[in-house]
């Protein structure tokens, strides 16, 4: 069983390879292991290309080996026809006796048919190595098809007596925080702002300072009043206003999309009303080294649980998971 550890550990190393590729298919790793040695590695490397099994085996040169080995894999092994063919039934025609996998997939086509196809193949299958591991690599993958919803990021800066906004537009961050915000933003699928952040900070939600794919812009215009003039209005990359303000609704919308995950970065009525119906997963919240007394309060976190928090030249960034 500690072997069996190690190598699945191996395999969400390997995973995390296709991160930048792989989405909005989940990022999975696998190892082809023969008498206590990794004779083949491999990763799902970009959307629409081989899967992990496949990299995997295809990279092992002893080929007569197989018939003797394991195959470890992060998430089930396929067993539909998608963009390629059911990894399930490469594993069996490669002659491979026995598959260690870390978690079931959670996809409809999947969920369980690749796993039953092994065995009813003969092979010995084993489930659950590193479970919660495997499952926290892919959790927005997860969340999207357990719940019928986009994982939820809630994000925002304020000042050391919780004041997130006033008359005039304050700078919380500083160059290396603001770097971080466009990371996220490279991560996720689409980035919402309510109707008064659009209109007093005009901004224009894209990864400038990172490299990565903008995400799918979007705001609330339910008394038609966002002008033109509006960096969201640009048409620079793909935008979309809701003119109702039903966070149920924009969710709905986004898994019909096809989106798996969103980043809220509106102000503190919008990010309130997230955490006030329970409706989200993780925050990062940042605050400023100094004081302003008097303006918007920032929102209030529910059933959080503080996760990390770390000093970025005085600014601390909190991240949040919700206890759920």
């Known amino acids: 069983m500690s072997d069996d550890i190690e190598y699945m550990r191996r395999c969400l190393q390997l995973a995390r390879c296709g991160e930048a590729g792989a989405a909005p298919n989940p990022m999975v790793g696998a190892v082809v292991v023969c008498d206590g040695r990794i004779i083949g590695e491999g990763f799902h490397r970009r959307c629409g290309g081989p899967h992990a099994e496949v990299n995997a085996i295809g990279s092992v040169r002893e080929k007569h080996l197989l018939g003797r080995s394991t195959i470890y ?7 539909h026809y998608g963009k390629t063919p059911p990894c399930a039934d490469l594993i069996i025609q ?14 409809a086509k999947v969920n ?3 796993i039953k196809k092994l065995q009813d193949a003969g092979l010995e299958v084993q489930v659950g190595v590193l479970e919660k591991e495997c499952r926290e690599l892919n959790r927005r993958f997860f969340t999207f098809h357990e719940k019928h919803r986009p994982w939820i990021t809630l994000k925002w800066a304020q000042s050391r007596d919780g004041i997130m906004g006033g008359d005039e537009r304050i700078t919380f961050s500083n160059a290396l925080t ?5 990371r996220m933003r490279a991560r996720c699928g689409a980035i919402l702002v309510g109707t008064n952040t ?10 400038r300072l990172w490299s990565g794919q903008n995400p799918l812009r979007l705001t609330i215009d339910h008394n038609n009043i966002l002008p033109p003039t509006l960096h969201l ?7 979309h206003i809701y003119l109702e303000e039903n966070i149920e609704e924009i969710l709905q919308d ?17 990010l309130q009303s997230f ?19 008097e303006g918007v309060s920032a929102p209030i976190l529910k059933d959080e649980q503080l996760e990390s928090k770390q000093n970025y030249g005085g600014q601390i960034i909190q991240q949040y998971r919700h206890k759920q």
């Open 254 to 270: 986004l898994y019909s999309r096809g989106i798996q995950s969103l980043l809220v970065e509106g102000g503190a009525k919008l």
């Open 94 to 107: 490669s002659g491979i006796r026995r598959a260690v996998i870390g978690c079931t997939d959670p996809f």
């Open 233 to 239: 209005k640009d048409g620079s990359t793909p935008t």
């Open 178 to 182: 603001q770097t971080l915000v466009h």
């Open 275 to 293: 955490i006030d119906k329970g409706l989200w997963d993780e925050a990062r919240l940042e605050t400023a080294p100094f004081c302003l007394g």
């Open 198 to 207: 659009a209109l007093q900070d005009n901004p224009t939600l894209t990864t």
């Open 112 to 114: 369980g048919l690749g």
């Open 73 to 79: 894999v992060s998430l089930e092994p396929c067993a």
